[in-house]
């Protein structure tokens, strides 16, 4: 099985994320937010498979950065607009296999779904 796994490389739940997928020999694509961005499209399809709040990451340091007005009433729209236009707050990692999508990192979620 091959995933597609989006993140950002120094995440240090990145990094335990792809040491996973390595010692469990399941192969990805790396997809580097810092570098490719985030499509708006993709992000909707997260949203719809998990739910944007699940997505959303409020308790990192870019979140936390924000204006206060980016800050309160957020809804599905400026949570997705919020995340294409600051990549650093989509929860991470994300990976998409062919039965859904997976946000965050879990082992034993992650065996369940990938192996």
């Known amino acids: 099985m091959s995933v597609s796994f ?11 994320a792809r040491t996973w997928l390595d010692a469990n020999g399941v192969a990805y694509d790396f997809h580097d937010y810092k570098k490719e961005g ?6 909707a399809k997260w949203a719809e498979a998990v739910g ?4 959303l990451n409020r308790a990192g340091t870019t979140f936390r950065k924000l204006d206060e007005a ?10 997705l607009r919020l995340m ?22 879990k082992a034993e979620e992650w065996a369940g779904a990938l192996l």
């Open 70 to 79: 980016d800050k309160i009433d957020i809804d599905e729209a400026k949570a």
């Open 6 to 16: 989006y993140g950002i490389p120094n995440c240090d739940t990145v990094k335990k």
């Open 38 to 43: 985030a499509d708006p499209a993709r992000l």
């Open 52 to 55: 944007w709040e699940k997505l």
């Open 84 to 105: 294409a236009a600051h990549p650093s707050v989509i929860k991470r990692p994300v990976v998409e296999y062919r039965g859904g999508v997976l946000v965050g990192f």
